[in-house]
């Protein structure tokens, strides 16, 4: 007979065992893995599905990550999961402004939420995408004069103005409004934190790529964003394949996501190496 399963907060002796499951499916979870490594003790939490009759050591069939107001399964192909009893009490108490990951175990939390009478007002899909080698076909033509190098603390106005350009393109959803004050501050911290380079063009920068997660073994590259006026010349190519080629010889592998109904950026990255991993998804609350 089938052991009985349960949700349950995670322990401090649990967290080898925990760690060891996320690592196994880094690829598929690159935002869990660093919102769990990077989680704020007091504020986020980890609950893991494991059997009732088990101790502190017993196996760990799924989990979620609670952190920063996202949600994130990692079900680990568990399909007939018992509902998460927390959730309504989560909701009624803190903020939750999305759900994100592999899709199916997305889809899973969707209509257990939706049991609970909360349905998303937007739901985005991605393809997930990999590479773990050198990119390749990058050195294609580019416009003369074309820059690619590191950003520097003068190029900060420039920066924030790509960044906001690229968050309302494609971060933020619908039913949102943008913020100009927070996107700058999400601009300083990309430059202080995180590896990034910028596109310049006859003194202006026309683009920017960096990297916004990175986990155990692998970083997660986002912000990839030229300027409307100067698509279609292969700058983005040029700057994706010089970045990625940075971050592999640091030895991690590379991952991303990117929307589906993005075809110009999806080939973009399966032509200098990317291989579609499976799909993604971001529903917002």
Partial sequence: MTEPLRWRKMKKQQTAQTESLLQSHERWCMNACNRYINRNSKEDNVWLLRSKASGNAGEIFALMVHAKQSLLP????????????????????????SLQGKKEDVLLMEIALEKIGLYAAEKIDYDLMCIDRPPENFHAACPAGLII?????????????????????????????????????????????????????????????????????????????VHPDYRGRGIARRMAGEFITGLVAQGRGISLF?????????????????????DYRISYY
Avoid at 171 to 192: D, G, H, K, M, Y
Avoid at 258 to 278: D, E, H, M, T
């Fill in 74 to 97: 990692v079900l680990c192909g568990q399909n007939n999961i018992p509902p998460p009893h927390f959730l309504r009490g989560l909701f009624g108490t803190v903020p939750i402004h």
């Fill in 149 to 225: 190098r590191k950003p520097q603390s003068s190029d900060m106005d420039a920066l924030a103005a790509l960044q906001a350009a690229y968050e309302q393109e494609e971060v933020v959803p619908s039913a949102s409004e943008f913020n100009a004050a927070v996107s700058r501050l999400n601009t300083e911290r990309i430059f202080s934190k995180e590896q990034m380079l910028v596109a310049e063009l006859g003194g202006c920068l026309i683009g920017k790529i960096n990297t916004n997660a990175a986990t155990f073994s692998r970083y997660q590259v986002g912000g990839v964003y």
């Fill in 258 to 278: 990117v929307r589906k109904s993005n075809p110009c950026a999806r080939r973009v990255y399966q032509c200098i190496g990317f291989k579609i991993l499976g």
